[in-house]
């Protein structure tokens, strides 16, 4: 069975600071990693995602992630923040995907920008 | 575009009353999504459709019941809740690439 695990549950930084929050997977087979963002009272919005290729991958609003398969991590970092970013952040792995998909979600790690 | 719509926004309803939740996309997408979420955890997965057909029920009790009419439509109808099925409810569906899945704003339901 796939799991994914968020090691920081919360993270605060200041403005213009980098970040990395951290996530680690565990999987027997092939994976498909996602980061989304979820900002209070909305739903979630796809950061990045890596399917194949390229193990640095670049998503919206400055994000980037490296996938590390010996490490099995996949590691979200922001070279500077800002207060815009603070909100809830998930990673998530794909399984089934012979039934449609069913993400797996890590416990999610709050970032808290402050000024 | 990659837009999920979801009706209605909030929803307030007793424990005897039915109601259903509404979930729409036109990115042409095969797969579609229900999932529940409490304050400050993860979205849990509840139903998936693939090509219209159910294909993941997660054990969800049967006061739950989804129905997906078309490849863009899918609802989630709700009859004899508990107090504790209160949540923020999401939708989303699934299209090329690993189905990436794209997320609607949910429904915050709350239930008396």
């Known amino acids: 069975a796939q799991s994914v695990t968020q090691l920081d549950s919360q993270v605060p930084v200041f403005e213009e600071a980098p970040v990395e929050l951290r996530c680690n997977y565990s999987s027997s087979v092939s994976v498909y990693l996602f980061w989304y963002v979820q900002y209070p009272n909305q739903g979630l919005q796809l950061l990045l995602k890596?399917?194949?290729?390229?193990?640095l991958v670049k998503g919206i609003n400055g994000f980037e992630a490296e996938f590390n398969k010996s490490q099995t991590s996949f590691h979200l970092r922001k070279p500077s923040v800002h207060i815009s970013d603070t909100a809830e952040y998930f990673c998530?792995?794909?399984?089934?995907?012979?039934?449609?998909?069913?993400?797996?979600f890590g416990q999610g790690t709050e970032l808290s920008v402050k000024p | 575009d990659t837009e999920v719509t979801q009706t209605p926004k909030h929803l307030v309803m007793g424990m005897t009353n039915k109601k259903s939740l509404k979930c729409e996309q036109h990115?042409?997408?095969?797969?579609m999504y229900w999932y529940k979420q409490k304050a400050k955890k993860p979205p849990e997965l509840m139903f998936v459709y693939s090509y219209e057909k159910l294909s993941i029920n997660e054990s969800v009790p049967s006061r739950f019941s989804p129905e997906c009419p078309n490849s863009s439509l899918l609802n989630l109808h709700l009859h004899a809740l508990q107090p504790e099925d209160s949540a923020l409810y999401l939708c989303a569906s699934g299209g090329q690439g690993a189905y990436t899945q794209y997320f609607g704003p949910g429904t915050r339901l709350t239930v008396l």
């Open positions: 998530a792995v794909t399984q089934n995907y012979n039934q449609g998909g069913k993400l797996i």
């Open positions: 990115m042409g997408h095969r797969a």
């Open positions: 890596y399917l194949s290729g390229s193990t």
